[in-house]
């Protein structure tokens, strides 16, 4: 798809998270586990603990509707991305900070126009702006060319357990 031209990023708004926004609709092309079992989401508890958090910022890359070339009726900016930073302070380094990027997702219709890059490289900034020394993720193989474009290189392993 050829590149939107007005992306505009932003920190998420409570505005942008209810069950049938396109905040969640585009989280949801991330894990098809569950869907956020949106029935069951209290989505104004869940931004009020969210809004508590310090450290954490998520953003939202936002178009003009006219530019989505949708029939769907937009009244307003559409959210076609978004990604989190965690900003975490270490003990190592002499109390190092680290940025860890998740949840970095752009609408499936309009990938690759360079909004997730440009969602990459705007929380890269908030890191710089948190004094981190790193940027780190973990990613799925299919998507490790697209870090690399952004900057990232293989630097070791994920591990994980499931705890439900």
Same mark, same amino acid.
């Given at each position: 798809?050829? %590149? *939107?031209?007005?992306?505009?990023?932003?920190?998420?708004?409570?505005?942008? *998270?209810?069950?049938? %926004?396109?905040?969640?609709?585009?989280?949801?092309?991330?894990?098809?586990?569950?869907?956020?079992? &949106?029935?069951?989401?209290?989505?104004?508890t869940l931004w009020d603990q969210y809004a508590r958090q310090t450290h954490t910022h998520v953003?939202?890359?936002?178009?003009?509707?006219?530019?989505?070339?949708?029939? &769907?009726?937009?009244?307003? &900016?559409?959210?076609?991305?978004?990604?989190?930073?965690?900003?975490?302070?270490?003990?190592?380094?002499?109390?190092?900070?680290?940025?860890?990027?998740?949840?970095?997702?752009?609408?499936?219709?309009?990938?690759?126009?360079?909004? %997730?890059?440009?969602?990459?490289?705007?929380? *890269?900034?908030?890191?710089?702006?948190?004094?981190?020394?790193?940027?780190?993720?973990?990613?799925s193989d299919h998507n490790v060319d697209f870090y690399n474009k952004c900057g990232f290189r293989?630097?070791?392993?994920?591990?994980? *357990?499931?705890?439900?």
């Amino acid at each position: 798809m050829e %590149g *939107v031209k007005q992306v505009h990023i932003r920190k998420l708004q409570k505005e942008d *998270v209810s069950p049938h %926004g396109d905040f969640i609709r585009i989280l949801e092309q991330l894990s098809a586990s569950d869907n956020f079992k &949106r029935a069951a989401c209290n989505y104004s508890t869940l931004w009020d603990q969210y809004a508590r958090q310090t450290h954490t910022h998520v953003v939202v890359a936002l178009v003009d509707p006219i530019e989505m070339l949708s029939s &769907r009726p937009w009244n307003d &900016r559409v959210v076609i991305g978004t990604g989190s930073i965690f900003i975490e302070q270490k003990f190592l380094r002499a109390g190092g900070i680290v940025g860890h990027l998740e949840d970095i997702v752009v609408d499936k219709t309009t990938r690759l126009s360079g909004v %997730g890059r440009m969602i990459v490289n705007h929380l *890269v900034e908030i890191a710089k702006d948190n004094s981190c020394y790193k940027v780190i993720l973990n990613c799925s193989d299919h998507n490790v060319d697209f870090y690399n474009k952004c900057g990232f290189r293989w630097s070791g392993n994920e591990m994980r *357990v499931n705890l439900d």
